[in-house]
């Protein structure tokens, strides 16, 4: 059975990640990328759907565990009655053939060790032709090659790799675990303790360009290397989390495959990275976001794949039993064709945060993007679309989709008043009428507060987002008015938000789901906007406790079971963390901004 979603911890090499539990066991790894099939899948099955598991073949008393400095090397530490022992796990970045390296250090005493290794590639469904060789074992199945080395002698067992050893105090055992294609011959091994010191001055030095060094540094530190971990460097993709098919609620049915980038994500994950000083980063996001959406306007996708891939076909998975029986486990994602308006803001918004940050457009490419958008949304914006949620029944009028695409007109008209632009008069008309109908037919009267859609009569978290893309300002009573509603109606008693009242028509789906973490972030920075520092900073600090012992979050938070649930970890809840973090830290008597709103 699979460990608690807060007893993981990642590492990866910007290609792709593993998933380590405080046990020891690695249970999710796909090789060579993020969206490559699983070769070690337990997390979303069993343990015969493939796990590597590390840990003293004796009782242990205490695990500690931490990340190396501010690197993404990990450290867990055993504490047994025979002594103690150190496992350290890192993936050296930027590697040709993707290496997962796992070294064994004693600490004090003499411990004995034992090491488990089921490989079943794609998705744990097929069992490998293992063969030994002189540094240890390969196993091949089509075109999937992985070979483990070691000092330690391996040896077979019931269809598992095994292995037995003791390791004493001052000793150094290594293990490298290396994909390559089977068609090929194996890479050279690497010097297993100098990809180590490479790998922590890597990571050491990429940290060190944060310009953050507030209140909450080691958090939003923990958080950047992270989204850095979640970033396919050979295309600048930054995949919503390493997971596919955690579950939003424990046996339910909410599980999607994250494994992809979301253009929903691109404005705040744009702000994260400029706020915390890596412009290299913000641009290949730029420019992975302009490749992927070139195209006619009325065929963007609201996710692509980590290369700008348009089609991300869904499959059910039928031999996986899911994580805690939660069925079923998905690859591919199905809502990547749904149309939703509030991209179109998105794309627009990175465009122009880009802009005022010093970066020169692409020639004759960014113009013409978002002048191709703005033609196709001069009649688009009066659509229903899916929404921000990606809900899987009927199209409607979601007010944020309306505010979003508002928001595009905004940063077009903006950049016409900055010269980047051509003048065009009717945008100018069109935001001005946009605008009116969202607070003519978005605002409900009688409850005082904007709703989910058109004439309905349900809230919606994604309108605190109105203050921070500058729609209204946190001032407005109508603003005001919508806290407060969101505050009575969708915050748990634990004082967490919920995205909003799950409704099946609504939906498509069962009830069912834990509270989405960015949105108690952005409740945060609308308390903050609002001038209320003290409960803005008290809801902050909420959300820094439910991270693991490690510093991750995941999608969401199941307040009542007091546990993290949903595709783990999660770049959109680091990205809140970091930019929630950065407004706390600004002057509480600036002019009140949101992210997005510049």
């Excluded at 990340?67 to 002594?83: A, H, K, N, P, Q």
């Excluded at 978002?370 to 990606?390: N, S, V």
């Excluded at 008290?538 to 993290?564: C, H, M, P, Q, T």
Aim: proline residues 6%; charged residues 20%; contains cysteine.
């Amino acid at each position: 059975m699979a460990a608690d979603i807060a007893d993981y911890a990642i590492i990866g090499d910007c290609s792709t990640a593993a998933l380590v539990s405080n046990k020891g066991s690695i249970d999710w790894l796909c090789l060579p990328h993020f969206d490559s099939a699983a070769c070690l899948a337990a997390l979303v099955g069993t343990a015969e759907n493939g796990y590597w598991a590390i840990a003293p073949a004796v009782p242990i008393q205490t695990v500690n565990r931490r990340y190396r400095g501010d690197t993404l090397i990990l450290e867990t530490e055993f504490v047994t009655d025979s002594g103690t022992v150190l496992l350290v796990d890192f993936m050296p970045p930027l590697s040709t053939m993707p290496d997962l390296i796992r070294i064994v250090i004693g600490k004090s005493g003499s411990v004995p060790m034992r090491l488990d290794l089921v490989l079943r590639f794609d998705y744990g469904s097929i069992v490998p032709w293992v063969t030994r060789t002189e540094t240890g074992i390969s196993a091949i199945a089509g075109p999937d090659m992985v070979s483990l080395r070691s000092p330690v002698s391996l040896r077979g067992d019931n269809l598992t790799t095994v292995a037995e050893f003791t390791v004493k105090e001052g000793e150094q055992i290594p293990f490298d675990l290396t994909w390559y294609p089977s068609n090929q011959y194996a890479p050279q091994p690497l010097e297993v303790f100098q990809a180590c010191r490479d790998t922590e001055m890597w990571w050491s030095d990429w940290s060190a360009r944060c310009s953050y060094h507030g209140k909450w540094r080691d958090a939003v530190m923990r958080s950047l290397i992270t989204l850095k971990a979640l970033t396919f460097v050979p295309t600048g993709g930054i995949v919503a989390a390493p997971t596919t098919s955690l579950p939003e609620l424990i046996g339910g049915v909410r599980n999607w495959d994250y494994r992809f980038c979301w253009v929903r994500d691109a404005s705040f994950t744009l702000d994260a990275l400029l706020n915390a000083g890596y412009m290299e980063e913000a641009e290949s996001w730029r420019e992975w976001l302009l490749r992927a959406v070139a195209g006619h306007p009325g065929e963007l996708n609201i996710a692509y794949g980590i290369r700008g891939e348009r089609r991300l076909t869904e499959l059910e998975l039928p031999w996986l039993a899911g994580y805690e029986r939660s069925v079923p486990v998905r690859t591919g994602n199905a809502a990547y064709s749904q149309f939703q308006l509030d991209i179109y803001g998105e794309i627009a918004a990175t465009f122009y945060q880009c802009r005022l940050a010093g970066m020169q457009p692409l020639p004759g490419k960014r113009d013409g993007v978002i002048a191709a958008q703005l033609r196709f949304l001069e009649t688009a914006w009066q659509e229903p679309d899916e929404g921000l949620w990606e809900v899987r029944g009927p199209r409607r009028h979601f007010t944020h989709s309306k505010m979003m695409a508002w928001v595009a007109v905004d940063r077009a008209v903006k950049s016409m008043q900055r010269g980047w632009l051509p003048f065009n008069s009717a945008w100018v008309a069109l935001r001005d009428t946009i605008h009116q109908q969202i607070c003519e037919q978005g605002f409900d009267s009688e409850l005082n507060t904007f709703v989910q859609s058109y004439g309905a009569k349900v809230l919606d978290a994604s309108l605190l987002m109105m203050p921070l893309v500058g729609f209204l300002p946190a001032s407005d009573p109508r603003v005001a008015g919508t806290v407060e509603a969101i505050e009575k109606g969708l915050m748990s008693p634990q004082g967490f938000v919920n995205r909003y009242a799950t409704d099946p028509v609504v939906d498509g789906l069962p009830h069912g789901e834990a509270a989405f973490l960015a949105c108690s972030f952005w409740l945060a920075d609308c308390y903050r906007l609002q001038g209320r520092h003290e409960a803005a900073t008290a809801l902050f600090e909420r959300l820094l406790d439910i991270r693991n012992d490690v510093g991750l979050l995941s999608e969401e938070y199941d307040a009542g079971a007091g546990r993290l649930v949903g595709n783990f970890p999660q770049a959109f809840s680091h990205v809140g963390l970091v930019n929630t973090a950065f407004g706390l830290e600004q002057d509480v008597d600036a002019p009140a901004a949101g992210p997005m709103a510049r």
